[in-house]
T-cell receptor, first 117, second 115 residues
Framework: GAVVSQHPSWVICKSGTSVKIECRSLDFQATTMFWYRQFPKQSLMLMATSNEGSKATYEQGVEKDKFLINHASLTLSTLTVTSAHPEDSSFYIC?????????????FGPGTRLTVT | DQQVKQNSPSLSVQEGRISILNCDYTNSMFDYFLWYKKYPAEGPTFLISISSIKDKNEDGRFTVFLNKSAKHLSLHIVPSQPGDSAVYFCAASAGGGTSYGKLTFGQGTILTVHP
């Protein structure tokens, strides 16, 4: 099956700094990637939809200036958490879409655990 | 507004028995439903899906049932195995009968299968 990787898998940063998380589709091209966030004991919440070559579409309540998303190529999307604060500590997961229409499938990355101290 | 709900936060089952996980949705535009299994600190892995044109889909030990009129779906695991212990998420898509497009997830149900 298709493989999606995330880097880093775990990061600790100080409050006020920025952190970049990479999401790569390793063996397929993904025109669309999604970024999710999971809080402890809560569901996976969609943060934004990232389309290659265009601006990301953010879900209601997600600060686009804080969570910068760049989808520069068909295999790479990045999420940058700017001026991170402890409340941003969470588990961030990306997914990449392979195919379109009836053949579309979403594949999830392994996730990145962010801890802001 | 929780459009996809899993009202049971946890389920405990004896090995060999059936596990039934339930999911309800409110958005009538959803036309494709998926179940994912997730271990702590890992991304979700796809289990099984069903299109709204069907009411049942089976894959090995996993069967998903869809009741459109009740906006309810369930995942049956038979027989349950200790390795099935994980968090199970149901997800819904309004992607034209596929998983195309964004997914809306339920809160998840922690399944524990006891030996």
């Amino acid at each position: 099956g298709a493989v999606v990787s995330q880097h880093p898998s775990w990061v600790i940063c100080k409050s006020g700094t920025s952190v970049k998380i990479e999401c790569r589709s390793l063996d397929f091209q993904a025109t669309t990637m999604f970024w999710y966030r999971q809080f402890p004991k809560q569901s996976l919440m969609l943060m934004a939809t990232s389309n290659e070559g265009s601006k990301a579409t953010y879900e209601q309540g997600v600060e686009k200036d804080k969570f910068l998303i760049n989808h520069a190529s068909l295999t790479l999307s990045t999420l940058t958490v700017t001026s991170a604060h402890p409340e941003d500590s969470s588990f961030y997961i990306c997914s990449a879409e392979s195919g379109t229409g009836l053949s579309a499938e979403q594949y999830f990355g392994p996730g990145t655990r962010l801890t802001v101290t | 507004d929780q459009q996809v709900k899993q009202n049971s936060p946890s389920l405990s089952v004896q090995e060999g028995r059936i596990s039934i996980l339930n999911c309800d949705y409110t958005n009538s535009m959803f036309d494709y439903f998926l179940w994912y299994k997730k271990y702590p600190a890992e991304g979700p892995t796809f289990l099984i899906s069903i299109s709204s044109i069907k009411d049942k889909n089976e894959d090995g030990r996993f069967t998903v049932f869809l009741n459109k009129s009740a906006k309810h779906l369930s995942l049956h695991i038979v027989p349950s195995q200790p390795g099935d212990s994980a968090v199970y998420f149901c997800a819904a898509s309004a992607g034209g009968g596929t998983s195309y497009g964004k997914l809306t997830f339920g809160q998840g149900t922690i399944l524990t299968v006891h030996p």
